[in-house]
């Protein structure tokens, strides 16, 4: 037996097997050229000397011994800091494709390692779960007869939601007549582009949003909105005639906000909402993290901290005692910054007491919709057990709120936004509508806009997920400029119009035989199934099989 | 598909004419059904006063007539006048008919100190209450209206057939307004209460096509918690509902129906001289836009009739006639037998922004656009 002494092991020794990507490198097609060992975002592999044995075995010949080759060749690391993270930027960079990583099909032990030095695992990106309740539902109610089947490609839609407190028409009538106060509204286009904040963002990539959103709207006339995070928003865009196309989040942190209240005279517009996060899907009671690796001189500077810190928000909203009282003078106050002519809505994660924020909600006059953002939400940073475990998936939540609202009549006055897993496997448009017709007014979309509009290489099988530390390969969370400058950003804003242009005519696909086009289907239920009988009669819809 | 007829005079006529003329437009329709409402009625065998409430509904047996008579003797009404039907019950398809109801009752002295809505709400609420009963009781008592001046026959089968069942033919009832609609609701399963036209508090409408927003407009409905908002066995219904609660509830002109069900685009709005106004509307009562392809006729206490078209205006109807009397119909055939001496060049066939108002007078038709200025003095 070898001595103990001599086998390199600790508790925490892996091998590539054992990491969740495992290498592979075709020595005889490496050039050398060492791009790959200069784009891993994680140092996963390097260059090492390797030398080879080579028995001679010529028996009899006399000539017996070993000869010995020397050559360089790539080499896994195997630490858990500097697992494979599977991003694939080894086999994008490589000349001869000679590396990629692979999935490892068997045991990733390293899960059990993932807390050296006490620190639990933190990352960013997705739950890491490929099923999707949504891409099972589908549209069974087709217009054939009395009805015919619309013409998607040539009949006119009416796609567009509304964002903002809608008055009970006889209260609405009232108050006209009398030249009362009317809750401000917005005619949207019900995908959002959801809440990532500058900060957890690339420079490049929230300019490239927002210059496909410009577009969307100036050009296309396509009413697309998108939200800001917690981060605040950069002076230039408050003082510029986009920001009607914002909704600026207020977050637990206030990041942001010193800036954004002080530009207010300068305002050329007021913005499109302001949205109030009291929780996300990702990482529901706990509060938004930048990690101290993304806070740069400008994000430091916009957000009004020094440089290189933790930025941990604080799970609640400090200021107040209750929830209740927190809503509501957070509503007021927002409202009046803007002169009560902006809509103010709370975003909270998906949870089992939604129903009775929501019921708060309903009596307070100058909430102006709920966002719920569902398990399946994405984030810069969390923690792993935050992002896994915790949280309400959004299907069944949306419904319940809408079917507690048409219980008491109210469907119409708080629009309900839906976020959390939409077009987590690509199926955007399909289950988006699908939560419409369960009740939500829009969607909200993060991770499906960073993938589909900026190449974003995460999944939901654990690949990639460093957001939190600013090495994002491809530039859109990172703050280091060597990173962000591989995103262009016009090529980002090209892509963010591919991509609405291509759910409106998918949404179109999908109104057209179902026979509407007149109004958003929102609610209409008896126009979907799902296969699952206890996911049917938990969502009060077709079961079908 | 639904056939629909209309036809409104200065001068009483039979319903007969009305289903002479669904026989003309008899041609691709599956006449599965017939359902009838008459306004401005006058009886051949007794001379009725129009404040009078009539009842009009059909027995299946005779336990529920006797429920029907006691519960009206409980509430103070005295029978006037209970129209006999001269049936052939054997000529229907159904075989559960006993009588066919129009009574006319007297209001009891108590209902004199009522104010008009006091009025009509009980009105109404008898109504549901008979309904009601009739559905606990195995469905042995169905009841389609309890209102002044209005009579309403329904019956599944060929429309004419069902007309020569119930003695129409011999014109012992005539009525300066009929409304016809000539199907049973197929979709949802036959149900009597799923034929059109729909009446509710003096209000009534008729449609045919599908509306797809059925689902959405019923939830927000039934989420009023009025009390007549009830039974959706046709997606037709809410069309009735929606004008209803235009008219009765928001108190807004007819031309706001259309504002409400087809609301004009935003940038046609941001053009329009009320847009504000009516884009509040449009939102407040988004729920209630409707998704045709949709023809809905109406008519009103006061003898108003209207047509409107859905936006897409995939379903075509026509008004023509002369001054002192209209016809509309889903085909023009029905237009031609309901009035072949009319004057053609008054026939108007409306686009997706119209409204078509005969106001009681009759003397001519009015045609409403949404583009037009909304004449409500709180729009301004």
Redesign the interface.
């Known amino acids: 037996m070898v001595p103990i002494q001599s086998v390199p092991s600790s508790p925490s020794s892996l091998t590539p097997g054992d990491l969740p990507w495992i290498i592979q490198h075709r020595e005889d097609r490496c050039t050398l050229c060492g791009r790959c060992t200069a784009v891993c975002p994680v140092q996963a592999i390097h260059l090492a000397y390797r030398r080879q044995r080579i028995p001679n075995l010529g028996i009899g010949s006399g000539n017996l011994g070993n000869s010995y080759r020397t050559f360089t060749g790539i080499r896994q690391r195997t630490e858990p800091a500097n697992r494979c993270i599977g991003c694939g930027m080894c086999a994008m960079v490589c000349p001869n494709e000679a590396i990629c990583p692979v999935p490892n099909p068997g045991d990733a032990r390293v899960r059990f390692h993932m807390n050296q030095g006490g620190d639990a695992w933190k990352r960013g990106g997705r739950r890491n779960d490929t099923s999707s309740l949504l891409d099972r539902i589908i549209f069974t109610?087709i217009?054939m007869l009395?009805?015919?089947a619309?013409d998607a490609g040539r009949?006119e839609f009416?796609l567009?939601t509304?964002l903002g407190r809608?008055?009970?028409?006889?209260e609405?009538?009232k108050r006209?007549?009398s030249g009362e106060w009317?809750p401000p509204?917005r005619?949207i286009f019900p995908f959002i582009i959801g809440s990532m904040s500058f900060g957890a963002l690339s420079p490049n990539m929230w300019l490239g949003l927002l210059q496909g959103v410009a577009y969307l709207n100036e050009v296309l006339k396509i009413p697309v909105v998108m939200a800001t995070g917690e981060g605040g928003c950069p002076p230039w865009i408050l003082k510029s005639p986009f920001l009607k196309y914002i909704i600026l989040q207020i977050a637990s942190g206030y990041f942001g906000w010193d800036e954004i209240i002080r530009a207010i005279p300068d305002m050329q517009c007021d913005p499109a909402a302001i949205e109030i996060k009291y929780g996300q899907g990702a990482k529901p009671g706990d509060g938004g993290l930048l990690m101290w690796f993304k806070v740069s001189k400008l994000i430091a500077r916009l957000r009004g901290v020094p440089e290189g810190v933790d930025l941990p928000s604080p799970p609640v909203h400090q200021t107040l005692y209750s929830i209740e009282e927190s809503v509501m003078k957070m509503i007021q106050t927002m409202s009046m910054a803007w002169g009560f002519r902006v809509p103010v809505y709370p975003k909270i994660s998906g949870s089992t007491s939604a129903k009775a924020v929501l019921n708060n909600l309903v009596r307070n006059p100058y909430a102006g919709g709920l966002l719920i953002d569902g398990v399946d939400g994405g984030t810069g940073a969390a923690y792993n057990v935050s992002m896994d475990a915790m949280g309400h998936p959004i299907a069944s939540n949306i419904r319940e709120c809408y079917l507690d609202l048409?219980?008491?009549?109210?469907?119409?006055e708080i629009p309900l936004f839906a976020a959390g897993g939409i077009g987590k496997n690509g199926n955007v448009a399909q289950n988006g509508m699908a939560l419409v017709m369960l009740g939500a007014s829009g969607v909200h979309i993060g991770k499906y806009i960073m993938q589909a509009a900026a190449g974003c290489l995460g999944n939901e099988r654990n690949r990639c997920n460093v957001c939190n530390i600013g090495l994002c390969p491809k530039g859109i969370t990172s703050q280091n400029p060597k990173l962000y400058r591989r995103l262009d950003p016009d090529q980002v804003a090209q892509r963010v119009v591919d991509i609405f242009l291509s759910i409106r005519t998918e949404m179109k696909k999908i109104m057209a035989p179902?026979?509407?086009?007149?109004?958003l289907?929102?609610?209409?239920?008896?126009?979907i199934g799902i296969d699952n009988k206890d996911a049917a009669d938990r969502l009060n819809i077709r079961y079908i099989c | 598909?639904c056939r629909l007829a209309l036809k409104t005079a200065q001068e009483a006529f039979s319903p007969y004419d009305i289903l002479l003329a669904m026989e003309a437009m008899r041609e691709g329709y599956d006449g599965s059904g017939l359902g009838l409402l008459l306004r401005g009625v006058r009886f051949t065998d007794y001379s009725y006063k129009e404040k009078d409430p009539i009842l009009c509904g059909i027995a299946h047996t005779e336990t529920a007539l006797h429920r029907l008579d006691a519960f009206m003797r409980d509430a103070g009404f005295e029978l006037k006048y209970d129209h006999e039907f001269t049936t052939d019950l054997a000529v229907l398809e159904a075989k559960d008919r006993h009588k066919f109801l129009a009574r006319v009752y007297r209001l009891p002295d108590s209902w004199g100190a009522y104010t008009p809505d006091r009025r009509e709400l009980e009105f109404m609420r008898m109504r549901l209450a008979l309904r009601q009963d009739g559905e606990e009781h195995g469905g042995d008592l169905t009841v389609f209206s309890f209102w002044p001046d209005v009579v309403m026959i329904k019956e599944v089968g060929w429309p004419l057939e069902v007309g020569n069942a119930l003695g129409l033919q011999e014109n012992r009832i005539l009525a300066r307004v009929v409304m016809a609609q000539g199907r049973q609701n197929t979709?949802w399963g036959i149900n009597l209460y799923a034929c059109h036209p729909f009446f509710i508090q003096g209000v009534a409408t008729m449609t045919n096509?599908?509306n797809?927003?059925?689902?959405?407009i019923r939830?927000?409905l039934?989420?009023?918690?009025f009390p007549g908002y009830i039974g959706y066995q046709s997606d037709s219904e809410v069309f009735t509902h929606i004008l209803h609660?235009t008219l009765k509830?928001?108190k807004?002109p007819l031309e706001a129906y259309k504002h409400v069900i087809?609301p004009l685009?935003?940038e046609e709005l941001d053009r329009h001289p009320q847009g504000p106004?009516l884009k509040?509307?449009r939102?407040?009562?988004?729920?209630l836009?409707?998704?045709?392809?949709n023809c809905v006729m109406g008519s009103l206490p006061d003898e108003t009739c209207l047509l409107v078209m859905?936006?897409?205006k995939?379903r075509p109807a026509t008004i023509g006639g002369r001054p002192g009397e209209w016809a509309m119909a889903s085909e023009i055939c029905g237009i031609d037998a309901m009035i072949p001496d009319r004057e053609r060049s008054l026939d108007f066939q409306p686009m997706r922004e119209h409204t078509v108002i005969v106001p009681p007078d009759r003397k001519e038709y009015q045609i409403w656009s949404q583009f037009n200025p909304f004449p409500l003095p709180?729009?301004a």
């Open positions: 109610r217009s009395t009805d015919p619309l009949h009416m567009n509304v809608i008055l009970p028409p006889e609405f009538l006209h007549a009317i509204t005619e048409c219980a008491q009549g109210k469907q119409n179902l026979g509407r086009s007149q109004s289907p929102i609610g209409m239920s008896d126009a | 598909m979709n096509g599908e797809t927003a059925f689902v959405p939830d927000w039934m989420g009023t918690h609660y509830q928001l807004l087809t685009k935003t106004f509040g509307l939102d407040a009562c988004r729920r836009i409707i998704d045709g392809p859905d936006h897409k995939l709180q729009a």
